[in-house]
C-alpha cells in the first residue's frame, strides 16, 4: 500500500536558520501531496499542497515541490522564528477503494530556539 | 476555528466501558473522516463516511464502530475499552470526495484516557 517516509526529529534549529524535512513517498497512481502542522495541544492544521509533478505548494514562507522522479516532497522554509515550532506532517492522499483518505508521515518535530 | 467541532475534548473512563465521540463537519462538508494519533502508532486513518454512507475503512478495530447522520453529524463509538485505545480522536471534514484530494479540514480532537 502506500506509504510516507519523514526524516525523525526532533530537529532543531536557532532562529533565522535554513530549514529542510525530508519527505519521500511511495505511492500507486498520482497522489496528492500535503504538509499539515500540529501546535502543541491542537488539531492538524494543513500547510500547503501539491496536486500534480512540479507542483511548488507555498504558504508562509515555507515550500515544497511535488517531485515524482525522486517521489519526494521536501518542506523548506529559509528562516525559521520561533513560531514555527510545531510537528510536522507529510501526506499524501489515496483514493484506493472509492475513499480518499490521507497516509501520514510519523510526523517530524521541530524546535526553534532564539 | 477550524469550523469542524469535536466534542468532548477530552474524555477519561475505565477499561471495559463504552464511549461516544461526537463530530460536526465544516458547514457544507459531506465528508467526514476519523483518524487516531497515538504515540506508537501516529496517525491512523480510521474510516471515511459521504453523505451518510461509509466510503472507506482503514485500520478499525472491530470494538469501535462509526456513523454519519442525515445531517452530516458523525459519531465514533468505542466498546469494550482497553488501556490501549488512549489517544487522540481526529475527526475532519471535507466538501467532496474529489475535494479530499486537495487536503481536509480537521477538528482539535478529542483526547481519550482509559484508565
Known amino acids: 500500500g502506500d506509504s510516507v517516509t519523514q526524516m525523525e526529529g526532533p530537529v532543531t534549529l536557532s532562529e533565522e536558520a535554513f530549514l529542510t524535512i525530508n519527505c519521500t513517498y511511495t505511492?500507486?497512481?498520482?497522489?496528492?501531496l500535503f504538509w499539515y502542522v500540529q501546535y502543541p495541544g491542537e488539531g492538524l492544521q494543513l500547510l500547503l499542497k501539491?496536486?500534480?509533478?512540479?507542483d511548488k505548494g507555498s504558504n508562509k514562507g515555507f515550500e515544497a515541490t511535488y517531485r515524482k522522479e525522486t517521489t519526494s516532497f521536501h518542506l523548506e522554509k529559509g528562516s525559521v522564528q520561533v513560531s514555527d515550532s510545531a510537528v510536522y506532517f507529510c501526506?499524501?492522499?489515496?483514493?484506493?477503494?472509492?475513499?480518499?483518505?490521507?497516509?501520514f508521515g510519523t510526523g517530524t518535530q521541530l524546535k526553534v530556539e532564539l | 476555528d477550524s469550523g469542524v467541532t469535536q466534542t468532548p475534548k477530552h474524555l477519561i473512563t475505565a477499561t471495559g466501558q463504552r464511549v461516544t465521540l461526537r463530530c460536526s463537519p465544516r458547514?457544507?462538508?459531506?465528508?467526514v473522516y476519523w483518524y487516531q494519533q497515538s504515540l506508537d502508532q501516529g496517525l491512523q486513518f480510521l474510516i471515511q463516511?459521504?453523505?451518510?454512507?461509509?466510503?472507506a475503512k482503514g485500520n478499525i478495530l472491530e470494538r469501535f464502530s462509526a456513523q454519519q447522520f442525515p445531517d452530516l453529524h458523525s459519531e465514533l463509538n468505542l466498546s469494550s475499552l482497553e488501556l490501549g485505545d488512549s489517544a487522540l480522536y481526529f475527526c475532519?471534514?471535507?466538501?467532496?470526495?474529489?475535494?479530499?484530494?486537495?487536503?481536509?479540514?480537521f477538528g482539535s480532537g478529542t483526547r481519550l484516557t482509559v484508565v
Open positions: 463516511y459521504y453523505n451518510g454512507e461509509e466510503r
Open positions: 458547514s457544507g462538508d459531506l465528508s
Open positions: 505511492a500507486t497512481g498520482y497522489p496528492s
Open positions: 501539491a496536486t500534480k509533478a512540479d
Open positions: 475532519a471534514s471535507s466538501r467532496n470526495r474529489r475535494e479530499g484530494n486537495y487536503g481536509y479540514t
Open positions: 501526506a499524501l492522499s489515496d483514493q484506493e477503494g472509492g475513499g480518499n483518505k490521507l497516509t
